[in-house]
């Protein structure tokens, strides 16, 4: 499922090879999850994203979960504190939505 944003503001963007990528932070969902930041890209031409890369507050405690969801797909693929940084987390969602979207060889470059 879709992360459903109603409303966000924007942290960091990113350019990595044909994708404009976004931190959002401060986030207010309506899909009933509990947001700390989801990194969006979106494909030069398109209108909305195609892949997430989300750090949701399962519930109390310091731990996040590391989510990676696209159209297809939703997987879990780490839980720990350490998401909580921005830099931690934008290093790690970068990382993985690069090589998720076959552009692991791009360097991404930092606009905001």
């Not at 350490?82 to 690069?98: H, M, P, Q, S, V």
Request: proline share 6%; aromatic share 6%; net charge neutral.
């Amino acid at each position: 499922m879709l992360p459903a944003i109603r409303t966000a503001i924007p942290k960091r963007r990113y350019r990595v090879g044909d994708q404009s990528v976004t931190v959002l932070g401060e986030i207010e969902s309506g899909d009933g999850l509990s947001y700390r930041w989801i990194m969006a890209f979106v494909q030069d031409g398109q209108t909305k994203p195609g892949l997430y890369i989300c750090a949701e507050k399962p519930g109390p405690g310091p731990r996040l979960r590391l989510r990676v969801v696209n159209s297809a797909m939703s997987e879990v693929v780490d839980e720990d504190e350490r998401w909580r940084d921005l830099d931690t987390f934008a290093d790690e969602a970068l990382r993985i939505g690069a090589s998720a979207l076959g552009l692991a060889s791009e360097v991404p470059a930092r606009l905001m």
